[in-house]
């Protein structure tokens, strides 16, 4: 089993930046794909941005080239620095992982709780 925990969520103002952490623990995932999910009110979880085993990238095109995906493997931690954030970024952003970058995408296999990320106008 895999446990993830986000952490850097909070309020930001629209052009600003934030950047989200996710600890894994329960066993080394320096073998998984990780990466990041989010759900705004009303609406489906989407797929944010996910990074493979090999450094890998993968991005929605709702933030390409605002976001960037990152990983310390010693530190069995995936990072999302988020910047130029806007107002429809805000969501509960979840972080996730998998034994594939394509399952990553699609169906992970293990889940965080999220952290909120709010973006003001």
């Known amino acids: 089993q895999v446990q993830l925990v986000e952490s850097g969520g909070g309020l930001v103002q629209a052009g600003g930046s934030l950047r989200l952490a996710c600890a894994a623990s329960g066993r080394t995932v320096g073998g998984y794909a990780m990466g990041w999910f989010r759900q705004a009110p009303g609406k489906e979880r989407e797929f944010v941005a996910a990074?493979?085993?090999?450094?890998?990238?993968s991005f929605a095109d709702s933030v390409k080239g605002r976001f960037t995906i990152s990983r310390d493997n010693a530190k069995n931690t995936v990072y999302l620095q988020m910047n130029s954030l806007k107002p429809e970024d805000t969501a509960v952003y979840y972080c996730a992982a998998s034994n594939s970058l394509v399952r990553l995408t699609t169906n992970p296999a293990y889940w965080g709780q999220g952290t909120q990320v709010t973006v003001s106008s």
């Open positions: 990074i493979g085993w090999n450094g890998l990238t």
